[in-house]
């Protein structure tokens, strides 16, 4: 599995674009990129996924350059709520006989936002 | 609102006790995991299920029993255990166990005294 390297914390205020990047120098060509979200005492939320340059959904984007070996996710416009720990995980799909890798989670960046 | 609840949200037992987590997923999803998450420890992936069978366990000790009788339910008994299984057990589900996009549960935060 590739090991990822993110800020242990992070501060912002409210109405700013937030950018967490994510190293992952030992990436491979079958791993994909993936952030979640959690807040105290709940479970991970899903925010996004990508495999290479730019994706985009309702909550996020993704920007992962050419070689691969970093990744930022992009939050538009902050609020109060998006505090919480984002968490980048890296990893395949293993080839025989089916089944991932699973999550491995690190420790996530903790963002918070102020007023 | 997720789609996986989890029963009971909180749990406090005895070293001695016998007690079962429950976890039910309303998502038609086909794989199904058991997490623990400590405080200042990063998320734990303890057992995988796919189509009701065991894909992996990660080292778990035998005081931690998973039990996946359908798609949509895993249990999780705990026997025995130790102060230091206090923690957050988180359930996820997945379409398959290929898919990264994992939809988690709000955890049982278990206290063992």
């Known amino acids: 599995l590739a090991k990822t390297t993110q800020p242990i914390s992070m501060d912002s205020y409210e109405g700013q674009e937030v950018n967490i990047t994510c190293s992952h120098n030992?990436?491979?060509?079958?791993?994909?990129i993936t952030w979640y979200q959690q807040f105290p005492s709940q479970g991970p939320r899903f925010i996004i996924q990508g495999y290479k340059t730019k994706v985009t959904n309702e909550v996020a984007s993704l920007f992962i350059p050419a070689d691969r070996k970093s990744s930022t996710l992009s939050l538009p416009r902050v609020s109060l709520s998006d505090t919480a720990v984002y968490y980048c995980?890296?990893?395949?799909?293993?080839?025989?006989?089916?089944?991932?890798?699973?999550?491995?989670f690190g420790k996530g960046t903790h963002l918070i936002i102020q007023p | 609102e997720t789609g996986v609840t989890q029963t009971p949200r909180h749990l406090v037992m005895g070293m001695t006790n016998k007690k079962s987590l429950k976890c039910e997923q309303h998502?038609?999803?086909?794989?199904m995991y058991w997490y623990k998450q400590s405080a200042k420890k990063p998320l734990e992936l303890m057992f995988v299920?796919?189509?009701?069978?065991?894909?992996e366990n990660n080292s778990v000790p035998s005081r931690f029993s998973p039990e996946c009788p359908n798609s949509s339910h895993l249990f999780l008994h705990l026997h025995t255990l130790q102060p230091e299984d206090s923690a957050l057990y988180l359930c996820?589900?997945?379409?398959?166990?290929?898919?990264?996009?994992?939809?988690f549960g709000p955890g049982t935060r278990l206290t063992v005294t």
């Open positions: 995980l890296v990893g395949s799909v293993r080839d025989s006989g089916g089944g991932a890798d699973g999550l491995t």
């Open positions: 998502l038609g999803h086909n794989a």
């Open positions: 299920y796919s189509l009701e069978e065991r894909v």
């Open positions: 030992n990436i491979a060509t079958n791993d994909y």
């Open positions: 996820a589900s997945s379409q398959d166990i290929v898919s990264y996009e994992q939809y």
